[in-house]
Nanobody, 122 residues
Framework: VQLVESGGGLVQVGGSLRLSCAVS????????TGWFRQAAGKEREFVGA????????SYADSVKGRFTISRDYAKNTVYLQMNSLKPEDTAIYYC????????????????WGQGTQVTVSS
């Protein structure tokens, strides 16, 4: 399985962006796709995740109500819709996959994309 993120860029405060994570390879049920972000000088942090089958989601408190994760089976793609963006959302955003259900710990995600930069200007 390989993951490729896209959709990052520069946006003003209050704006929106949609990130994509294209998944190549076959996935079995039980896999989850997570989004993480890492700001300069900070540790990587969990943003949210979605089950590939069933679509159950979880989100970090910092993005709840502003970010939405969805997936498109036909396109083998997971999306991160980000609304009401704030300067503190500026980071490199990564998608990652893990077997055996949802999780928030980056250490248990086994496959990672290369990341895409999101910059929110005030």
């Amino acid at each position: 399985v390989q993951l490729v993120e896209s959709g990052g860029g520069l946006v003003q405060v209050g704006g929106s962006l949609r990130l994509s994570c294209a998944v190549s390879g076959r996935l079995s049920s039980g896999y989850a796709t997570g989004w993480f972000r890492q700001a300069a000088g900070k540790e990587r942090e969990f943003v949210g995740a979605i089950m590939w089958t069933g679509g159950r989601t979880s989100y970090a408190d910092s993005v709840k109500g502003r970010f939405t994760i969805s997936r498109d089976y036909a396109k083998n793609t997971v999306y991160l819709q980000m609304n009401s963006l704030k300067p503190e959302d500026t980071a490199i955003y990564y998608c990652a996959m893990k077997p055996y259900g949802l999780g928030t710990d980056a250490r248990v995600f086994t496959t990672w994309g290369q990341g895409t930069q999101v910059t929110v200007s005030s």
